[in-house]
């Protein structure tokens, strides 16, 4: 009997045991989980210069004034990224990123947040619910010749507004239907990331009208677009903000579209709507881990 009660109560303890070890791993997998929705926020932000930074910063409210100057207070922590497709790229690489880009350049790599609860859609844009959204502008200096500016006519023609609208951009000119005069000559068009794809697809188009015509694009960002038209390194420079006070002494903008900026997620992200308070606290660093943004 001693040794029955014995074994009974050896298996008992073995049972004790495993049940414990059990326990305990499942103690520290439930340990693990909040810790991965404790991870830190990386934040991706674009390069000086970029007229799609300077139109974020100021829509979001990470542009502040000090001392009667104008302060991008973006979190030190951020990661600069150069251009359009080098934050798409980072954010579609990193489950913990959070990034902007311009609307028209959003692809299927990468997840856009609705901002209180509105998608950045073109309707919502128009109707001016989306809350971040900017021009894109064109500029140039002194008088056109005949050349840039029968390009600047094709673009704002119904035919040019036609590309923009169905290359994801909101129009903003009613013109008539363009009629090609056949020139021959060159043009130079430097600037921004956002704007240089649409650009290019007017360029396309506008070539095809007139084969002798040559046009070169020069993407960089939208304050280097503009120094190249004031220096007349380029014809027409290109900007996904609105002109500067100083650029503006020198250079003549035309608005060719409206453009939103996407707030953009890793696809592995669960988030799906944001308000513009917490985003703007993201990019200050006063919100720094993901579980906090719920």
């Known amino acids: 009997m001693k040794k029955m009660a014995l074994t009974v109560c050896a298996i008992s303890l073995a049972v004790m045991g495993i049940t414990a070890a059990c326990n305990g791993n499942n103690e520290e997998k439930n340990a693990e989980a909040p810790a991965a929705k404790q991870m830190d926020i990386s934040v991706i932000a674009r390069e000086a210069g970029s007229g799609t930074r300077d139109a974020f910063t100021e829509l979001v409210g990470t542009l502040i004034k000090q001392n009667g100057k104008k302060k991008d207070n973006t979190t030190k922590e951020a990661i600069t990224i150069d251009g ?5 790229s980072s954010v579609a690489g990193n489950e913990y990123a959070i990034g902007y880009i311009s609307l028209g350049s959003l692809n299927g790599s ?8 509105f998608a950045p859609t073109k309707e919502n844009i128009k109707a001016a619910k989306y809350p971040i959204a900017r021009p ?5 200096k002194g008088k ?3 050349a840039v500016k029968d390009f600047v006519d094709f673009i704002l ?3 040019g507004q036609a590309i923009i609208e169905g290359n994801g951009y909101i129009g903003v000119s009613d013109g008539k239907k363009f009629q090609a005069k056949k020139l021959k000559g060159k043009i130079v068009i ?7 794809p649409v650009m290019e697809k007017l360029k396309e188009a506008y070539m095809a009208l007139n084969p002798e015509m040559e046009i070169e694009i020069q993407t960089n960002d939208s304050s280097s677009g503009m120094l190249a038209a004031k220096e007349g390194t380029c014809d027409i420079g290109m900007a996904s903000r609105n002109l500067k006070p100083s650029e503006l002494e020198a250079l003549t903008p035309q608005t060719i579209a409206r453009d939103g900026i996407a707030v953009i997620v890793n696809k592995q992200n669960q988030i799906s709507n944001i308000s513009l308070a917490k985003l703007r606290d993201i990019y200050t660093g006063l919100i720094r881990k993901w579980n906090d943004v719920k």
């Open 136 to 140: 894109f502008n064109i500029a140039t």
């Open 157 to 159: 023609s119904a035919d």
């Open 84 to 88: 359009t497709q080098g934050v798409m």
């Open 190 to 196: 430097a600037g921004s990331s956002s704007v240089s």
């Open 110 to 117: 990468v997840k856009a947040l609705d901002i209180d609860g």
């Open 144 to 146: 056109m010749n005949d």
